[in-house]
């Protein structure tokens, strides 16, 4: 069976305000969703509704298909998540922390070792593993944190703004841990849309509690993005003028300015030159274009559709 | 990683009860609040001892056994019932709130009772540690006065001390999943057991000559009470003045430990409750 995280009728409320308001959200098979969204607008309130952490005031959170209020255990026992940036008990180490949760979710005793030691390799945490997690900085930590939703193999796994605390490196480490995950469902929130864009096929974004869209990257940004793409093109060299002008002339190509030195931005028309072709395009000038990352038009479709911060 | 070889054992909540308790214990006894009350216990002992050596206080070195053990004993035991209480269950649950520890093991294929039961065990065996310590160098001192007699009394007030220890953890875990503050659930748990409950046990007798049966600290009287030969009367009249009169109930020996079971079964019941319907919200 396709792994799935289903969201039916789910309305969360604080009092008299409502912070997440009768969500339906249906996400199945292997492929990992961005979840998008202001602050405030009920993200993390959902993620915390799939794992437990809070109850729904109405509706159902399912994972597989199990109902997280009503069976909790079975619903995540095939879900590993990483909510806000947990904390773990100071005085144990890593491997200790991570054997515990071997333990809690029935990993084989005789697989354990080689887990937690693959875990550990993939947030390169290998070096730590015997040290007290008390003396560790915040983003070592969530290494440790995201080594821990790695453990047990789960089919569904809940990331909620996984590279919090993390440096630049680490934030592309994460990137990696999450696009390796490919025969899973991985729903990840995230602020940074290009890392979305790097590592999702689908969003759903998210506005005062309400589902504003769910769909592919592609469509999103074809439908709220203006009718306009963008990519950013990074260059092994200094981008001159006449690889600019070159750029420029290419069919559906709307715009071109330089972001800095090495990086230059492109707003093309899709309905006329399509993102890969343009890539093509613009890799046959052998200008020595290194980089293609598409974020932009994410955030265009982002912007279109979320008119406030709060 | 592979996802083909790997094959999930199904885990009983027993066991969950049992990983919790484990690694809970581990922390408890690598934190540095574990070497505090080691610390309370090797000053309380190394004074007692040492003062009752040198000064041999009448009636205590020189008469019976559980005279001894009274004074020692019985005196201190259960103020570490309650700092151990506090220190190892006094923010047991609030911790996993504010320290945000239980955004690591809630959300994980385990029930909430299990980790709460687990985490309550560890509490009690961290206390019993400290409480079992300082009943051996009683015990020690005691052998060495009173050679080859360990009075049954000591044996029960260790039993009944053990008893409270149970139960005041059990009203900790209470406090502890009551509020998300750490200090605020440590401070509510020391102030009640420590002096709310004395004033009440002292005043609610002699003013309004109620029986305070709803009291941990009258129920636990029996820790010490057992060690007084003979056993205290259950009411006790003391003239104070003129016209007034002071009444003092002792809790007997079954009604002490129903109090304790009471409060145990209560305070586990709704601590229980509490945490299973408290939300980890930011």
């Known amino acids: ?310 | 990683m592979a996802s083909e070889d790997m094959t999930k054992a199904r885990v009983s909540t027993a066991s969950h009860i049992g990983i919790i308790a484990k690694y809970n214990f581990l922390n408890y006894f690598r934190a540095r609040r574990f070497y505090v009350m080691l610390v309370i216990v090797a000053l309380v002992s190394a004074l007692f001892t040492s003062l009752v050596a040198y000064y041999r206080p009448p009636g205590l070195t020189d008469s019976d056994p559980i005279t001894f053990y009274a004074g020692g004993w019985g005196r201190f035991i259960s103020l570490l019932v309650v700092l151990s209480t506090a220190f190892f269950g006094g923010d047991a649950i609030s911790s996993e709130f504010q320290n945000r520890t239980g955004y690591f093991l809630v959300p994980n294929p385990i029930r909430r009772s299990a980790i709460y039961v687990g985490k309550w065990l560890a509490a009690v065996a961290a206390s019993a540690i400290i409480i079992g310590l300082f009943a051996l160098v009683m015990l020690l001192n005691g052998l060495y006065y009173y050679p080859g007699s360990v009075p049954s009394e000591f044996v029960q007030s260790f039993a009944f001390s053990l008893t409270y220890l149970v139960a005041a953890l059990s009203l900790a875990f209470l406090f502890s999943s009551l509020f998300k503050s750490s200090a605020i659930s440590i401070l509510m748990n020391v102030i009640l057991l420590l002096i709310v409950f004395g004033i009440v046990d002292a005043i609610v007798p002699s003013f309004a000559g109620v029986e305070p049966w709803f009291s941990i600290t009258y129920g636990a009287g029996i820790v010490s009470s057992v060690l007084s030969i003979p056993y205290p009367e259950h009411v006790q009249i003391i003239p104070a003045g003129r016209d007034f009169n002071l009444t003092i109930y002792n809790a007997t020996i079954p009604e002490g430990l129903a109090i304790l079971a009471v409060y145990f079964v209560v305070c586990a019941a709704v601590g229980l409750w509490l945490f299973e319907k408290k939300e980890f919200t930011s």
């Open chain 1, 1 to 310: 069976m396709a792994p799935s995280l289903e969201a039916v009728k789910v309305t969360k409320k604080y009092g008299s305000f409502t912070a997440v308001n009768d969500l339906n959200l249906k996400i199945q098979g292997t492929k990992c969703v961005g979840f998008l969204g202001p602050n405030g607008a009920g993200k993390t309130t959902t993620m915390k509704m799939f794992t437990g952490l809070i109850a729904a005031t109405n509706g159902n959170a399912l994972i597989n298909g199990v109902d997280v209020s009503k069976d909790k255990k079975a619903a995540l026992a095939s879900c590993a998540s990483l909510i806000e940036t947990p904390e773990i008990y100071g005085s144990l180490t890593p491997k200790e922390a991570l054997t515990m949760l071997c333990e809690i979710r029935g990993v084989p005793s005789g697989e354990r070792n080689k887990r937690i030691d693959e875990a550990l390799a993939q947030v390169k945490m290998q070096e730590w593993e015997d040290k007290k997690v008390s003396s560790f900085s915040k983003g070592m930590k969530q290494r440790v944190n995201v080594a821990s939703t790695l453990l047990s193999d789960p089919n569904v796994i809940i990331l909620d703004e996984p590279s919090t605390g993390l440096d630049p490196r680490g934030m592309s480490e994460v990137r990696e841990i999450v696009r390796s995950l490919g025969n899973r469902l991985v729903f990840m929130s995230s602020h940074l849309l290009a890392e979305v864009t790097e590592v999702c096929q689908e969003v759903a974004l998210i506005d005062h509690g309400k589902l504003l869209v769910y769909d592919t990257i592609d469509n999103v940004t074809a439908r709220f993005a203006g009718g306009g793409g963008v990519v950013i093109i990074g260059f092994a060299k200094p981008v001159d003028l006449q690889t600019g002008t070159l750029i420029s002339k290419i069919e559906g190509v709307t715009s071109f300015s330089r972001t800095n030195d090495r990086h230059v931005t492109v707003k093309f028309d899709p309905t006329v030159v399509p993102q890969d072709q343009l890539f093509e395009k613009i890799a046959g000038l052998k200008a020595g274009a290194r980089t293609f990352e598409s974020a932009a038009g994410l955030e265009d479709a982002y912007l279109s559709l979320v008119k406030e911060t709060l």
